[in-house]
């Protein structure tokens, strides 16, 4: 079982168990700076990943 996480161009497959937040983790990607977005819908990294399920991660910009 598995599901994608684009981010940009790039897309990486994923096993379809645990959070959205975790398998980001397992690409080397950090969670907290990155919004999830599943069929164009906003999800909290914490969302359980389904297979087939299609991700795609925004990252988040800030200035100071």
């Known amino acids: 079982m598995n599901a994608t996480i684009s981010v940009g161009k790039d ?7 645990g ?4 398998a980001f983790e397992t690409i080397g990607g950090l969670p907290d700076t990155y919004i999830f977005l599943v069929n164009g819908t ?3 990294m914490d969302t359980p990943i389904a297979d087939g399920m299609d991700i795609k991660a925004v ?5 100071g």
């Open 42 to 44: 906003p999800v909290s």
């Open 19 to 22: 959070s959205i937040g975790s």
């Open 59 to 63: 990252k988040v910009a800030s200035g």
């Open 11 to 17: 897309k990486h497959s994923v096993s379809a168990d």
